[in-house]
T-cell receptor, first 114, second 112 residues
């Protein structure tokens, strides 16, 4: 079965501290992996994506993610968190088949302490 | 700027009263999606159009319908909204053959 698991429902970090949000996936074919961010009451904004090639991908707002096939993981990282990063983060997996359907994880809510 | 637009941003309807949500995109994408996102949950795909071909997810209730009169516009019709249909409804689009979906800001539906 195709699925995405984000083990952490809620994470709190101090401003300036580093951040890692976990994502594990189960997907039968070669996965296309995404991280989206959602501010309260807003739609989803794409942070970064992985299709192939270099397993460390850079995204917007200083975020990066590393694809580890052996661990079926695609964790999101940021070296120094800003207060404006407080939001909900969704990991998603999809493919070129099935109309490009995305399967989302449950999301991780990030709070940032001053 | 090219984008995905959803109207209205907030919609209030009464139990059982039909409601239509609107989505348009200026990206000239041929694939459009409707997702339902309930509070504190992941977005869940309801259906999508690939050009004019409609693709319904197996577990999408019959209460939900969609129309795509042209490339730019896509509508979500809820025939008889129940309290359980209160959610954020997200529209997205992408170009066929590519892999990145672009999302609109969503419509928050309240059912009284």
């Amino acid at each position: 079965a195709q699925s995405v698991t984000q083990p952490d429902i809620h994470i709190t970090v101090s401003e300036g501290a580093s951040l890692e949000l976990r994502c594990n996936y189960s997907y039968g074919a070669t996965p296309y992996l995404f991280w989206y961010v959602q501010s309260p009451g807003q739609g989803l904004q794409l942070l970064l994506k992985y299709f192939s090639g270099d397993t460390l991908v850079q995204g917007i707002k200083g975020f990066e993610a590393e694809f580890k096939r052996s661990q079926s993981s695609f964790n999101l990282r940021k070296p120094s968190v800003h207060w404006s990063d407080a939001a909900e983060y969704f990991c998603a997996v999809g493919g070129r088949n099935q109309g490009g359907k995305l399967i989302f994880g449950q999301g991780t809510e990030l709070s940032v302490k001053p | 700027d090219a984008m995905v637009i959803q109207n209205p941003r907030y919609q209030v309807t009464q139990f059982g009263k039909p409601v239509t949500l609107s989505c348009s995109q200026t990206l000239n994408h041929n694939v459009m999606y409707w997702y339902q996102q309930k509070s504190s949950q992941a977005p869940k795909l309801l259906f999508h159009y690939y050009d004019k071909d409609f693709n319904n997810e197996a577990d999408t209730p019959d209460n939900f319908q969609s129309r795509r009169p042209n490339t730019s516009f896509c509508f979500l019709d809820i025939r008889s909204p129940g309290l359980g249909d209160a959610a954020m409804y997200l529209c997205a689009s992408k170009a066929g053959g590519t892999d990145t979906q672009y999302f609109g800001p969503g419509t928050r539906l309240t059912v009284l």
